[in-house]
Nanobody
Framework: QVQLVESGGGLVQPGGSLRLSCAAS????????IGWFRQAPGKEREGVSC???????FYKDSVKGRFTISRDNAKNTVYLQMNSLKPEDTAVYYC?????????????????WGQGTQVTVSS
């Protein structure tokens, strides 16, 4: 079983940047695709980005060109670099691990979840 801890959230002005980290323990992330999800108040949780076991990346249309997901298997950590942030990016961001044998795919399905980190974009 893998435990996930997110960090890096905070308050940032529109146009600013944040880098979220998702650190794993209890198991290597080699066997998992990792997704970032977010949930804004009053809205359903949505998938934002995902990185496959083989480092293929996937993004929600509204964050393409602004967010970059990456993974460092040696550090057992996945990152989400968020640039040009907008107020509509405000949400609690969660990372989730998806156990899979596929190296090139993400199902945006979380088998294990972190506790979330708040991102607030406001002037």
């Amino acid at each position: 079983q893998v435990q996930l801890v997110e960090s890096g959230g905070g308050l940032v002005q529109p146009g600013g940047s944040l880098r979220l980290s998702c650190a794993a323990s209890g198991s290597s992330l080699d066997g998992y695709a990792i997704g970032w999800f977010r949930q804004a108040p009053g809205k359903e949780r949505e998938g934002v980005s995902c990185i496959s076991r083989g480092a293929s990346t996937f993004y929600k249309d509204s964050v393409k060109g602004r967010f970059t997901i990456s993974r460092d298997n040696a550090k057992n950590t996945v990152y989400l670099q968020m640039n040009s942030l907008k107020p509509e990016d405000t949400a609690v961001y969660y990372c989730a691990a998806e156990r899979t044998i596929l190296k090139g795919a993400c199902a945006f399905r979380g088998d294990y979840w972190g506790q979330g980190t708040q991102v607030t974009v406001s002037s």
